[in-house]
């Protein structure tokens, strides 16, 4: 099958299969930090003093590394308890954020989506909807957001952050590049700006996942989107297939 795609479309196939490995390299990432990740030291260790002075004589506590690296080296870091209300809200906050503006977008979609104009203005909320999501990921970046006790469900660290960005990134390149695509194909389905949201709410859960459970909630809601997105256009015989 895979020698067949490339005999006919050997541009399209190299990119998703390149698509593919990269997808594959990430999982097992994701899979090892879940399954090999040691807990971190609980925060309040670093704040006391040995308990024997070091040989050098010093008798103060040990220096905190998360005072002394980051973008933000000037205050102190955003430790975040997510057995708190607050500390959970602020933890998922950029998911929250993209479901909102999918909830809204649902509203635009099912009262406007007849005409062209009507479709440009799905794409343009979808496009403030990742704007302000990745807002929101660069705010919590910025204050070094972490989480103090066990290892929850979800993480908070500069491997989400980063996965957060590239996810919204290509989102918003398909966005802009789905303009002209859907006109010229005469696909008037706005609908396909809510799966396209949907399904990159399931790629940030994935990276945010600190628990196999998570993960697949993450991997189902991406592949459920994802599949109506490749038969979205009913009048082609490959998307049906």
Do not use: C
Not at 66 to 94: C, K, N, S, V
């Amino acid at each position: 099958m895979l020698v067949g795609a490339f005999r006919t479309y050997p541009v399209a196939t190299a990119i998703a299969t390149t698509g593919v490995i990269v997808a594959a390299m990430y999982l097992l990432r994701a899979l090892q930090r879940v399954i090999y990740n040691k807990l971190d030291k609980h925060p309040v260790d670093r704040d006391l003093s040995p308990a024997v002075p070091a040989p050098h004589g010093a008798r103060g506590p040990a220096p905190d590394r998360h005072r002394e690296t980051g973008p933000a080296a000037g205050g102190d870091p955003m430790i975040l308890d997510l057995t708190t209300t607050a500390g959970l809200l602020l933890g998922l906050l950029p998911e929250i954020i993209l479901t909102a503006w999918a909830m809204i977008l649902l509203g635009v979609v099912a009262w406007r989506h007849r005409t062209r104009t009507d479709l440009r203005i799905a794409g343009w909320i979808t496009l403030a909807a990742l704007a302000s999501t990745a807002l929101a990921v660069w705010w919590l970046w910025w204050n070094r957001a972490g989480i103090e006790g066990l290892t929850p469900m979800i993480a908070v660290d500069d491997f989400r952050f980063t996965a957060d960005w590239l996810f919204l990134g290509a989102a918003a390149l398909t966005v802009l590049l789905s303009f002209a695509y859907l006109e010229r194909e005469e696909l008037l389905v706005p609908e396909y700006y809510v799966l396209l949201v949907f399904a990159t709410l399931g790629m940030m859960v994935m990276a945010g996942g600190g628990d196999l459970i998570v993960i697949f909630l993450g991997l189902e809601l991406m592949s459920v989107s994802v599949y109506v997105l490749a038969g979205i256009d009913r009048r082609n015989a490959r998307a049906a297939e």
